[in-house]
């Protein structure tokens, strides 16, 4: 397809299993994001690659999220001994360039994966 | 660092009648200012872009925005609402990473409802 894919579209998972969710980004696209959104709130930053580089990671709320680009194309986001806090819609987005702020490069977002914790 | 404050968590209008999405922005230089629209089940779009090179900006749909730095202000607005207009709003701010690239701060929303 041409736009941002991610998969799966829900993931129902108990407390402490771990997660694994995945993002298809635009082919050729160097950037890309990863937001957190929980219900009624906004996106929030996760983290963001440059290729297969993850330049930030800052957003990450704890040590058991963890993010990888390997190739620079497909991300992964695993989420570890899930907790309950951490049902929330992933947000995956990619863009051309590391400036997706411009309309020449504008940032392309999927459709999310909802996470519920149970 | 940046933020941005959307004033009003609903704004219920009629179709046909004029939209009012507001938002005031925190930052400590000349900010990059964004609104996005979420539709249900549906990934984020921009709807358009503060440039710096005009105060006012034009999106798509018929949706503009006006930047005034004296308000902190960025607010969204459309002439006539249409049942299609319907949506989640985000007021966003754009921070340069240190890493590089760009990393955007969105607002909580703005739930838009149209009326017929």
Known sequence: GA??????????????QD?????????GHVSLFWYQQALGQGPEFLTY?????QL????LPSDRFFAERPEGSVSTLKIQRTQQE????????SSFDPAPSSYNSPLHFGNGTRLTVT | AQSVTQLDSHVSVSEGTPVLLRCNYSSSYSPSLFWYVQHPNK???LLLKYTSAATLV????????????????????????????????????SEILTGGGNKLTFGTGTQLKVEL
């Open chain 1, 3 to 16: 736009g941002v894919s991610q998969s799966p579209r829900y993931k129902v998972a108990k407390r402490g």
């Open chain 1, 19 to 27: 997660v694994a969710l995945r993002c298809d980004p635009i082919s």
């Open chain 1, 49 to 53: 690659f440059q290729n297969e580089a």
């Open chain 1, 56 to 59: 930030d990671k800052s957003g």
């Open chain 1, 86 to 93: 951490d049902s929330a819609v992933y947000l995956c987005a």
């Open chain 2, 43 to 45: 990934g984020l779009q």
């Open chain 2, 58 to 93: 034009k999106g798509i749909n018929g949706f503009e925005a006006e930047f005034k730095k004296s308000e902190t202000s960025f607010h969204l607005t459309k002439p006539s609402a249409h049942m299609s207009d319907a949506a989640e709003y985000f007021c966003v701010v």
